[in-house]
């Protein structure tokens, strides 16, 4: 048995249901909805107060035919059985049998996290976890868990929630297959549940042997994203496709190839399925710290003060492992007190998940894995989420990168890849340890997952820290060098959509405005034209030979893509032609181009543009001809004048921009005494009301329960005293209910009339009241009764001649004690006999 395989346990499933504030009502729609006997076992766990006893038992248990219960003590998890959190604890599983220990006071719980976590670990792609109502994160962390580990994750939508913060968090992480009402998250647990054990189990090799039908699966997935996921481990695919084929209800592997083919939304899923970037802060927080301690401060401590620290996140996902590595390389250079320029480049194949990780903005979740120290040092709290600090954001720089296609980094200090080989077959592996080889300096690190090994490499990658999967690089050692990985794929024919052909005249505007920029696209010289950014906005003529888009990131700023022998030429005119609004042409510039050596004059003007556009533009044209005389300033190129020209230039705008610098730092660093101070002063204050905001919060969450179940309670107990009132007025008995003291609690209208009672007369004692039984000692006969506790039963006459039935009992309670004593009569002629 594999790792990742469920052991056989007595429920196939198990539902861990996480609810808060709001989450009765949403608890019993669910229930309400589900069938008796689904085989599964659920558990819900709640934020519960701890000075008061739950009564969800007897509420859900109004809401289902399952058996509803509170755990007490180490349970064996049993199918058709939902199972409740107790007050003051957490709630784990392991063996197919649930666990209850004391939660710590002194922390901030997180008992739906703690539960989804174990049941991630225990039963895997058989997890299924439901987040409903409730405020803060609690649960997101365990949603990405599940997630992680196969399983279902389902939320309720927020706008049906009475408190969407825990719904509106899970949803944040991108990792949730259903957003539903309440009422509607049944009927997707039991598809789920029974395709997996109908399709899956039962005929999953079948459907899997359909090679077809996967191949055009890859094809589809290769075509939507760019990634070749032939050499992915297979088990891998497979299990996210198996996901999507229960979530999507597709009954075989064809009819979910079509559904992809037609479905881009769908190709999108699947592709971020299979890219599915769990991670945290710290993940597996010792090997950090061994990081920190044993890698980073040697790496720190080595160079001087000028050499520049580089590191690569592979496969950073959204982030959280870079910027873990950025504050530990910035709490060792504080600590060491030392400079060092620090970059991380951290990278993706993902695209979303890079836009995501760049802006730096995470859930109240990572108070979990982040200490409250560096959460205040390295974070800014806005609203509900949490800001990375400028200082670390600019250590890092994010980019989507496919590690085994697109060339690596060099001269690496640090390589962190975790958890990204398992999903590799071996020929993908060795092309990345390659990579890694090449990449590294003689003496940098490689920090590998948990999960993940070097050994097969002992003479490139050396243990240093074994436990913690860290390696020293060496050098000099040989292995194979990477090459670049083929697959075996059906190739992909582009199809071109025509041009259409133009048959009559343009008869409007805008159709002569396209003929004419073509036609001047065309026709005029090589030139472009530039805003006041130096960003080329518009290319005409043919201009290739000097100007071309150099490999990498696109731009099309002037100065990066113009010919090198133009470039000092063209920034003197610029600045020339801009200060002085004139055309300036340096003539006869001598320029190496793809076509061979060339003579020709540069021309830069000002365009003339209408009062109301604001843009400047300016205009530079490649003549290779000289067939009008140029306007403006003409001079003949000497490359030492433009130099010293140049040169004079840059020399002014420097002194102003250091007159002006000079001031505002003088201004600057006035209102940055004023702010720190005021900083300081917020960052305490913060940080008590934020401590004091999450306990009012949980205070808030477990009493906002607590009365729910109180109001259900009392609503019942409303509706049993109608009854009960209904019931009685509607008889020919009449009852008295008085205390130990005799002083009368409650009473019955039929039983007033001949006690001459009125509403007002509650509380009273019987003794000052007459009655309408002349030959009875009534309150005698009730201290009697209060005595021996013997009823008494007879038959009495009242002054209007009508016979009764009195008995006078004992009032007890449930618990057997007595506290008062009930009088009844009845009429004699409607009494049984």
Not at 152 to 163: C, D, G, N, Y
Not at 434 to 462: C, M, R, W
Not at 676 to 691: D, G, K, Y
């Amino acid at each position: 048995m594999t790792s990742e395989e469920p052991r056989e346990l007595v429920a196939p499933f198990v539902v861990g249901i996480g609810a808060s504030a709001g989450g009765v009502e949403a608890l019993q729609d669910l229930f309400q909805a589900l069938p008796a006997t689904s085989g599964l076992g659920f558990v819900v766990v709640q934020h519960l107060s701890p000075d008061h006893r739950s009564l969800m038992a007897e509420i859900l248990g109004k809401h289902t035919d399952m058996r509803v219960t509170q755990i007490e003590r180490d349970t064996e998890i049993e199918p058709n059985t939902v199972y409740l959190i107790p007050p003051k604890k957490n709630l784990t599983v392991s063996d197919g049998r649930l666990h209850l220990a004391d939660y710590d006071h002194t922390v901030l719980n997180h008992p739906i996290d703690i539960f989804f976590t174990s049941l991630a670990e225990e039963y895997r792609e058989r997890a299924i976890a439901v987040v409903l109502s409730g405020t803060g994160t609690d649960g997101t962390s365990g949603i990405r868990a599940v997630k992680d580990a196969g399983g279902l994750t389902i939320v309720q939508r927020p706008e049906s929630a009475k408190f969407d913060g825990m719904p509106k968090s899970a949803i944040s992480t991108g990792l949730v297959d259903w957003v539903l009402p309440p009422e509607k998250i049944g009927e997707e647990i039991i598809n789920f549940t029974r395709y997996h054990l109908d399709v899956i189990e039962h005929e999953g090799e079948r459907l899997f042997s359909d090679e077809d039908s996967l191949s055009r699966i890859y094809q589809a997935l290769k075509q939507r994203s760019g990634i070749d996921f032939t050499h992915y481990k297979r088990s891998t695919i497979v299990r996210r496709i198996e996901r999507r084929l229960m979530v999507t209800h597709a009954s075989s592997l064809a009819e979910y190839a079509d559904k992809l083919e037609a479905s881009p939304d769908e190709t999108d899923v699947l592709t971020k399925e299979i890219l599915i970037g769990v991670t945290s802060f710290f993940r597996d927080a010792p090997f950090f710290e061994v990081l920190k301690n044993k890698v980073i401060r040697s790496i720190v401590s080595a160079g001087s003060d000028g050499d520049p620290i580089r590191v690569w996140s592979a496969g950073c996902s959204t982030g959280e492992e870079a910027y873990s590595i950025a504050i530990l390389f910035k709490e060792v250079l504080d600590e060491l007190q030392v400079r060092r320029d620090v970059k991380i480049f951290a990278t993706d194949i993902d695209v979303r998940a890079i836009e995501k990780a760049g802006k730096g903005v995470f859930s109240e979740s990572i108070m979990e894995d982040v200490t409250p120290e560096r959460l205040a040092r390295f974070f800014v709290r806005r609203d509900d989420t949490y800001h990375i600090v400028k200082d670390i954001r600019q250590m890092v720089i994010f980019a989507p990168h496919n590690m085994l296609s697109d060339p690596p980094f060099g001269k690496l200090d640090l390589i962190s890849c975790r958890n990204v080989m398992i999903y590799f077959q071996p020929v993908l592996q060795r092309s990345l340890f390659a990579i890694f080889h090449t990449a590294l300096k003689n003496g940098g690190y490689l920090f590998l997952g948990k999960s993940e090994t070097a050994n097969e490499y002992p003479d490139v990658f050396q243990p240093a820290c074994s436990t913690e999967k860290i390696y020293v690089h060496n050098g000099a050692g040989k292995m194979e060098s990477p090459v670049p990985t083929t697959f075996n794929l059906p190739s992909v024919q582009a199809v071109m959509p025509r041009q259409a052909h133009v048959e009559k005249r343009p008869s409007n505007g805008y159709g002569l405005e396209s003929l004419y920029t073509r036609y001047l696209e065309q026709f005029l010289p090589a030139s472009v034209m530039v805003n006041e950014a130096n960003d080329v906005i518009h290319f005409f003529g043919n201009y290739l030979d000097y100007v071309s888009i150099a490999p990498g990131r696109a731009t099309f700023n002037l100065f990066t893509i113009i010919n090198h022998d133009l470039a000092l030429a063209a920034s003197t005119a610029l600045s020339r032609c801009r200060a002085e609004n004139v055309t300036v042409t340096y003539e006869d510039i001598s320029v190496q181009t793809p076509s061979g050596p060339r003579v020709i004059d540069l021309v830069v003007a000002p365009v003339t543009m209408p009062a109301s556009v604001e843009a400047q533009l300016t205009a530079v044209l490649f003549r290779e001809t000289r067939a009008i005389p140029a306007d403006g300033v003409v001079e003949k190129y000497d490359i030492n004048e433009t130099t010293a020209r140049r040169i004079a230039d840059l020399e002014a705008e420097l002194r102003d921009s250091q007159n002006n610098l000079q001031s505002t730092i003088g201004e600057l660093e006035t209102v940055n005494e004023e702010l720190q101070a005021a900083n300081e002063e917020l960052l305490t204050a913060n940080e008590e009301l934020q401590s004091s905001n999450e306990e009012l919060q949980s205070v808030n969450e477990e009493l906002y329960t607590v009365n729910t179940e109180y109001q259900q309670k009392v609503d019942e107990l409303t509706m049993t005293t109608n009854d009960l009132s209904n019931f009685l007025s509607s008889t020919m008995i009449g009852i008295l209910f008085i205390d130990e003291n005799f002083n009368i609690r409650k009473f019955t209208e039929y039983v007033g009339r001949e006690f001459q009672l009125m509403n007002h007369d509650v509380g009273r004692p019987i003794q000052i009241f007459a009655h309408s039984f002349p030959h009875e000692d009534i309150v005698a006969d009730a201290e009697q009764v209060l005595k021996d506790l013997a009823p008494i039963d007879r038959e009495v006459v009242a002054l209007s001649g009508k016979c009764y039935t009195l008995r006078i009992a004992p009032y007890r309670t449930t618990e057997n004690s007595i506290k008062g004593l009930v009088i009844t009569i009845i009429d004699s002629l409607g009494a049984p006999r």
